[in-house]
């Protein structure tokens, strides 16, 4: 398989995943012409204001006080501001460095959305050769919409081997783990 391009042309996506529910996003990192901008703190509290409010109108008050927030140690995301955020919707269910929780040292093994959701998107959201960014758009978001609820049980299974296995290396890369397939 080949990767194919868009010439230059970028969209940067943010994604959550919630285990009971699924995925939530994705949100674009976009100005108000609908423009590709670079993340930065300013807009990723842009992003995680969106998020809550999705998340305000999606669950309980009660489901929102056990939800945790998990991220890794991008610059934007551990920003003073970001964290003061992040600290103020979640309390100190918030995995990252910088906080309570640390984030493990080799988050790809253990970041769902990493692991996972970008690597098993990707041939389906290029296979219809999408030529503009809104077409990528449309097309990360009809795979998003449509990820089965037997994708997502195989995938938290997977996730608590991942966990596991990090755990019994004592924190020490997983990457050469092998892993059932199930996406």
Known sequence: MSEKHLKG??????????????????????????????????????????????????FTVHQRSRMWFQEDGATPHTAHDSLALLKELFGSRVISFGTTHEWAPHSPDLNPLDFWFWGASKGEVYANKPTTLDQLKQSVEAYAANVTAETYRKFVENFCLRIKACLNRRGAHIEHVHFKKFA
Request: proline share 4%; glycine share 10%; net charge positive.
């Open 9 to 58: 042309a970028k969209v940067t996506a943010w994604i959550a995943f919630n285990p009971r529910h699924g995925l939530l996003g994705p949100y674009w990192f976009q100005d108000g012409r609908g423009k590709t901008v670079t993340v930065n703190s300013e807009r990723y509290c842009e992003i995680i204001n969106k998020f809550n409010t999705k998340l305000g109108q999606t």
